[in-house]
């Protein structure tokens, strides 16, 4: 199985402010990422798809963009809303695999 | 709108079984892989596997194959998830969600908890 490896498992930032959080895959998933997020008591939601690629209705202030197996998840000009956990998942290769998420807290 | 509703959660003994529906509306249903995605109580997410749209194509996580069986019914818009020999490990919500690859579209959520 492809092992996605998130960091951080939890940051907290104020509003207004950027953050970028990461997934590294256990090998090369040719753009084949997605991103989502989880809001308390809530599914999941899909943010973006095939790395960089905004799912329909999602703001703008989310992107995503890959280095080699490194894949990024950016958030800009945080609102308060935007407090939740993002989960990045492979869809490279069966079995379809999540990172272990990161908790996003607002100061 | 797109809309996924699971149903059929609850407490269950340790070794028996216990079956999931998800109703689906909103989107012609027969033109779309679905799938089933779990997340244990504090944990992240695992998926379990996907079905294609005739049936002919099911994936499962390799760990799951052997107790859970996803099945659908197009007629009534509604995909299935059979789980059997429960164990206190598969204690989670069980997300229904529509596929292939990514899960553009998901359900609010069954609690299936396993104990005695």
């Given at each position: 199985d492809i092992q996605m490896t998130q960091s951080p498992a939890s940051l907290s930032a104020s509003l207004g402010e950027t953050v970028t959080i990461e997934c590294l895959?256990?090998?090369?998933?040719?753009?084949?990422?997605?991103?989502?997020?989880?809001?308390?008591?809530?599914?999941?939601?899909?943010?973006?798809?095939?790395?960089?690629?905004?799912q329909d209705g999602v703001p703008s202030r989310f992107s995503g963009s890959e280095s080699g197996t490194q894949y990024s998840l950016e958030i800009n000009s945080l609102q308060s809303e935007d407090a939740a956990t993002y989960f990045c998942q492979q869809h490279h290769d069966y079995p379809w695999t999540f990172g272990g998420g990161t908790k996003l807290e607002l100061k | 709108e797109v809309k996924l509703v699971e149903s059929g959660g609850g407490l269950v003994q340790p070794g028996r079984s216990l079956k999931l529906s998800?109703?689906?509306?909103?989107?012609?249903?027969?033109?779309?892989?679905?799938?089933?995605?779990?997340?244990?109580p504090g944990k992240g997410l695992e998926w379990i596997g996907e079905i294609n749209q005739d049936s002919s194509t099911i994936n499962y996580t390799p760990s799951l194959k052997d107790k859970f069986t996803i099945s659908r019914d197009n007629a009534q818009n509604t995909l299935y998830l059979q789980m059997s020999k429960l164990g206190s490990e598969d204690t989670a919500i069980y997300y229904c969600a529509r596929t292939p690859y990514v899960m553009d579209a998901w359900g609010q959520g069954a609690s299936v908890t396993v104990s005695s």
């Open positions: 895959a256990s090998e090369d998933i040719y753009s084949n990422l997605a991103w989502y997020q989880q809001k308390p008591g809530k599914s999941p939601q899909l943010l973006i798809y095939d790395a960089s690629s905004l | 998800c109703a689906a509306s909103g989107f012609s249903f027969n033109d779309y892989w679905m799938g089933w995605v779990r997340q244990a």
